[in-house]
C-alpha cells in the first residue's frame, strides 16, 4: 500500500481560511467513509482533530471541518490562528490495513 | 479516561528484535476496542505498523508483516510490539494508540506520548 498524498505545505495568514488535500485511490479514501486526521506540534504526539471524514472529536475547534469527493479528501482550517501552525497528517481504513497521509506542514504567515 | 505508556528499550542493535509495551490505564483492554502502533522516523511521517483486538486478532501493514509480531496481555491490561532483524531504517519514535470507533476502522484516539528507538551498534 502507497501512502496517500498530501502537499508538502500550505500557508496562509491570520483569520484565512486553508484547504489541505489527501488523494488515495479507490481502495483507500474513495472506498470507505473512515477518513481521519490529526494534527502534530514538534515533539508531541499527534491529535485526532476529524474522523468518520467530517466528525469532530469533542473539544476540537468547529474552525476544523473534514469533507471528501472521490479518492480525494479534505480538512479545511477556517480563521486561521497560530496556534494551528504544525503538522498535519491524513489516515484512511484500507480494507484491513490503514495508511497515513504524507503529511503537510501548516504555516501561519 | 482511557491513557497510554509506552516502554521499552531506546536502543537496540542492528539485527536484533525490538521489543515494546503499551500499558493501557483507564480502560479493561477485555472490553473491547482495537490497540495499534504507529511510528515516526525523525522528521518524517507516520507509519501504521499494525493493531490488534482483545481476542488477538491481529492486523499488519503488508509492508512490515513478516517481521512484526502483536500481542496482548489482558491480564497485565497491555499490549506489546516486536520487530525483528531490525536496520537503522527502524529508527523512529514508535506510539500505541486506541482505535476510536468501529474496530479497524476506527480512528486513533488517544496516544501515547511516544518513545524513541535508536537502532545502532
Known amino acids: 500500500q502507497s501512502a496517500l498524498t498530501q502537499p508538502a505545505s500550505v500557508s496562509g495568514s491570520p483569520g484565512q481560511s486553508i484547504t489541505i488535500s489527501c488523494t488515495g485511490t479507490s481502495s483507500d479514501v474513495g472506498g470507505y467513509n473512515y477518513v481521519s486526521w490529526y494534527q502534530q506540534h514538534p515533539g508531541k504526539a499527534p491529535k485526532l482533530m476529524i474522523y468518520d471524514v467530517s466528525k469532530r472529536p469533542s473539544g476540537v475547534s468547529n474552525r476544523f471541518s473534514g469533507s471528501k469527493s472521490g479518492n480525494t479528501a479534505s480538512l479545511t482550517i477556517s480563521g486561521l490562528q497560530a496556534e494551528d501552525e504544525a503538522d498535519y497528517y491524513c489516515?484512511?481504513?484500507?480494507?484491513?490495513?490503514?495508511?497515513f497521509g504524507t503529511g503537510t506542514k501548516v504555516t501561519v504567515l | 479516561q482511557v491513557q497510554l505508556q509506552e516502554s521499552g528499550p531506546g536502543l537496540v542493535k542492528p539485527s536484533e528484535t525490538l521489543s515494546l509495551t503499551c500499558a493501557v490505564s483507564g480502560y479493561s483492554i477485555s472490553s473491547g476496542y482495537y490497540w495499534g502502533w504507529i511510528r515516526q522516523p525523525p522528521g518524517k511521517g507516520l507509519e501504521w505498523i499494525g493493531s490488534?483486538?482483545?481476542?488477538?486478532?491481529?492486523?499488519?501493514n503488508p509492508s512490515l508483516k513478516s517481521r512484526v509480531t502483536i500481542s496482548v496481555d489482558t491480564s497485565k491490561n497491555q499490549f506489546s510490539l516486536k520487530l525483528s532483524s531490525v536496520t537503522a531504517a527502524d529508527t523512529a519514535v514508535y506510539y500505541c494508540a486506541t482505535h476510536f470507533g468501529p474496530g479497524l476502522k476506527g480512528a486513533f484516539d488517544p496516544w501515547g506520548q511516544g518513545t524513541l528507538v535508536t537502532v545502532s551498534s
Open positions: 490488534i483486538y482483545h481476542s488477538g486478532s491481529t492486523y499488519y
Open positions: 489516515c484512511s481504513y484500507a480494507g484491513s490495513s490503514k495508511v
